[in-house]
């Protein structure tokens, strides 16, 4: 399998499938890319949330999330 590429909103949806690319990616020793999306017809000037914050912390410590 090659790299996993989840595109994340913030919303619980995403909280779910982050988990799940998660284990998948553990689970088959594959990269995993993540994209953050705005919906900007409601966030004109887009900012950081705090799930979007997560999702960053989460890839600048990808290797102990996932294998740790």
Known sequence: ???????????????????RAIELAEEREATLHVICVVDQRHFDDPALSSAELATIYAEDHA??????
């Open 1 to 19: 399998m090659g790299p996993i590429l989840l595109a994340t909103d913030g919303s619980e949806y995403a909280r779910q499938a982050a988990k």
């Open 63 to 68: 290797a102990v999330c996932v294998r740790g």
